[in-house]
């Protein structure tokens, strides 16, 4: 088992910036990608960001604002937002995948106020 407990979020105007953290615990070894995932008001949820062992990926609405980023010596991931907008409003989780297994953190709250 792999529990990720996420932290960082909150309220932030239009244009500014936020950091999330995750701290994964339990049974990481085989753990191979971490990310975030997000999902809005009647929105479904979406990979944001995810850092695997080839390189890191990004949503497409994202891209040149987040960064990821992964210590694996101390099982963090971090998502480094900015430029914010009232549209990446959502609830961001923490992912994990361990030997084809999806693990998730408990979701933090980011709300981008216009």
């Known amino acids: 088992q792999v529990q990720l407990v996420e932290s960082g979020g909150g309220l932030v105007q239009a244009g500014g910036s936020l950091t999330l953290s995750c701290a994964a615990s339990?049974?990481?070894?085989?753990?191979?990608?971490m990310g975030w995932y997000r999902q809005g008001p009647g929105k479904q949820r979406e990979l944001v960001a995810a850092?695997?062992?080839?390189?890191?990926e990004y949503t497409d609405s994202v891209k040149g604002r987040f960064t990821v980023s992964r210590d694996n010596a101390e099982k963090t991931v971090r998502l480094h937002m900015n430029a914010l907008r009232p549209e990446d409003t959502a609830m961001y989780y923490c992912w994990t995948v361990r030997f084809g297994v999806n693990y998730w953190g408990q979701g933090t709250q980011v709300t981008v106020s216009s």
């Open positions: 850092s695997r062992v080839g390189g890191t």
């Open positions: 339990g049974t990481i070894f085989g753990v191979n990608a």
